[in-house]
């Protein structure tokens, strides 16, 4: 939702590339201005070694003790030294950056992708949940999922003529290119490494009990349909697919990478089969049509979200609707018969900016009653897509079901509103609310576990061409002194105060420095990867402690920022870690919170009774602060 960042210590990556930087900017179409020529925008800088490997001590600093500490800075004084193995490194990515527009992005899009074999469903590709909505037919159901098609042809137009304005980040225009990779985009499975197939096409795949169709939305005379004819063309489906079917190819999609490229290089020894996959590769997106989960028989909103969560990253497994899936495809909607609407998102063409702005123009499009302005003469019938299923790949099947219903098994979802307040307050006391916000984080973790939490977010490096993300380690000295003294009965009000200024400001710092390009992350990754590149032995910096606590990310978050009351979710990027996707709104705030059940040290009830407490303490804190002044 990513997720590289254990991959350049040699630990097994859980892929989490939380989504989306809250430094930037939303587009609003209103003002839409032609996008940025791509080739104006600088490339991504190589950081001096210096000012990374100093920026390094201080962030792995909390997690070490002292003896441990004196070992790391003497490996970063030696990695550093004029004429050792760093400098070396250093050079070599320096050559590299001139010789490449981007000198990470390839290396990104393999090393945190296309190259990480863990399913794509939990460990990568995040969910996002939108507004519930009460269908009590099914036609209202077909009728919301023609609309959300429609909304989402209109969106593409946007992008396909550059209409989609260019996102700023201060005076920096940002790359948007990512914009022209969410739709007709395919991941395809590969051993031991993915490629991506790019497609513009003029249909959809729509998937309904396990069965796979395709449906054009464009007629025979090239005219885009109704919205009456899609509620037609999806009427037909579901005649034609009443009954669940057992060949539910789409489930081979959530399974480890490898066995799915297994089982795709069965299923494409048959031309049927090839065929039938070319289609969903090609197809604009995937619309599931889900059963009913009962959203209504949940007791309150909590019970509903974590609901709403679980389908959307993982369709709650084989028994409920994650055969009706087809995970590889960058957008895939999910609307379901009592409600449940949002999507899934395969992460490896972008971050999460162009599928929130999608988000929020879906859902004003439909509650603003909009409707297709075209009627065409000519709709195409769905064609329902034929598999040929061996033995062979019909036991493949049987076992994706089992190795995703233990997936579902073992993560933990508490998604939530935080309602006492929300991002108004904290302007109103002049604090960044996403550095107030991951300081929280930090404070929660701290309260439960008495240990420093490495802590990761992503800032977007769009102001360079081909930019990804870079890391924010929000856990610093400053967080875990703010933490200590907020829990010291014996600290004032004063004193806590100015120990919360200090660690947000901190954590401004270090995000305005990664927002550049400057943070350490990318930057000791290229050096590993060099080194690799060059036949170079990996130096004993990554497996140092400090190396691997540090990149132990036990707190993965992100700001992913939609208007509507929606958000957010994925799983954790550790076994014994935490997943926090936030969407501060005006007067509240929605949380949506992972952990893993087979690790006994995390539990995300805790987790969230520790977020809200550490959200209540500083609050009254600033209160106090503000009342002692008056």
């Known amino acids: 939702m990513i997720r590289g960042m254990n991959k350049i210590c040699g630990q097994r990556s859980f892929l989490v590339e939380p989504y989306v930087s809250s430094l930037q900017m939303s587009s609003h179409y209103s003002s839409a201005k032609p996008a940025v020529n791509v080739q104006n925008l600088p490339r991504l800088p190589v950081p001096k070694l210096t000012d990374t490997l100093n920026k390094y001590l201080k962030t792995v600093r909390p997690h070490l003790k002292d003896e441990e500490f004196a070992v790391t800075s003497q490996l970063i004084q030696s990695f ?105 985009t395919c991941r395809i499975p590969g051993d031991k490494k993915d490629k991506l197939s790019f497609n513009d096409s003029k249909h959809v795949t729509v998937i309904h009990n396990n069965h796979i169709f395709h449906v054009d939305l464009w007629g025979e005379d090239n005219v885009v349909l109704s919205e009456d004819q899609i509620i037609q063309q999806l009427r037909r489906v579901v005649e034609l697919s009443k009954t669940p079917t057992d060949q ?59 609901l709403a969560a679980a389908q959307t990253i993982h369709g709650g497994g084989s028994r409920s609707n994650g055969r009706n899936r087809w995970f590889d495809k960058t957008v895939q909607f999910i609307v379901g018969a009592d409600g449940i609407t949002g999507l899934t ?39 329902q897509l034929k598999f040929n299923v061996t033995n062979e790949v019909s036991t493949l099947i049987q076992t994706a079901d089992e190795s995703l219903d233990r997936l579902v098994s073992n993560l933990e979802l508490n998604c939530f509103t935080y309602e006492k307040y929300g991002k108004n307050f904290i302007k109103s006391q002049k604090l960044s609310p996403d550095s107030y916000l991951q300081m929280a984080m930090q404070y929660a973790f701290y309260r439960l576990h008495k240990t420093p939490g490495a802590h990761y977010e ?52 270090y995000t305005v420095q990664a927002l550049q390009g400057f943070g350490v992350d990318r930057h000791l990754l290229g050096l590993k990867l060099i080194a690799k590149e060059n036949g170079i032995d990996i130096p004993n910096l990554y497996t140092d402690a400090g190396f691997i606590k540090s990149a132990h990310m036990r707190i993965s978050t992100s700001q992913v920022a939609c208007k509507c009351d929606g958000f957010m979710c994925y799983g954790p990027l550790v076994p014994d870690g935490y997943a926090t996707c936030y969407n501060p709104r005006d007067n509240d705030i929605n949380f949506a919170t992972s952990s893993f059940l087979s690790n006994s040290e995390t539990a995300c009830d805790k987790y969230r009774a520790a977020l809200e407490q550490s959200l209540q303490d500083m609050h009254d804190v600033l209160l106090q602060n503000t009342k002692a002044k008056l």
């Not at 069965?266 to 070319?278: W, Y």
């Not at 998102?345 to 009653?369: C, K, M, R, W």
């Open 80 to 184: 550093g030294a004029e004429g050792g193995v760093g400098q070396k490194l250093q050079g070599l990515l320096e050559r590299r950056a001139q010789e490449h527009s981007n000198w990470l992005e390839e290396w990104w899009l393999l090393t945190a992708y296309l190259e990480y074999r863990d399913p794509v469903v939990v460990y990568s590709s995040p969910g996002l949940v939108f507004p519930f909505r009460k269908f009590n037919t099914q036609d209202e159901q077909l009728k919301y999922a023609a609309k959300t098609l429609l909304a989402a042809l209109e969106y593409k137009a946007l992008i396909d003529s550059d209409k989609i304005p260019t996102e700023m980040m201060g005076k920096n225009p940002l790359d948007m290119l990512q914009y022209k990779k969410i739709f007709g």
């Open 248 to 306: 539910a190819i789409g489930v081979l999609t959530s399974e480890n990478r490898d066995a799915w490229a297994k089982a795709y290089e069965l299923l494409t020894k048959d031309k049927v089969n090839r065929n039938s996959l070319e289609d969903v590769e090609k197809s604009i997106v995937v619309l599931c049509l889900d059963s009913a989960v009962g959203l209504w028989d949940c007791k309150d909103k909590n019970a509903q979200q974590n």
């Open 345 to 383: 998102y395969e992460h490896s063409p972008a971050e999460g900016q162009p599928i929130a702005v999608l988000t929020d123009f879906v859902i004003n499009y439909i509650d603003q009653g909009k409707q297709g302005q075209s009627v065409s003469a000519s709709p195409k019938e769905p064609v």
């Open 458 to 509: 992503s800032a977007a490096t769009r102001m360079y061409i081909g930019g990804r993300t870079e890391t924010i380690r929000s856990c610093s000295i400053e967080s875990i002194e703010f933490a200590k003294t907020m829990l010291d009965a014996q600290s004032s009000p004063k004193q806590k105060l100015a120990a919360l200024q200090k660690a947000i400001q901190g954590h401004k710092d």
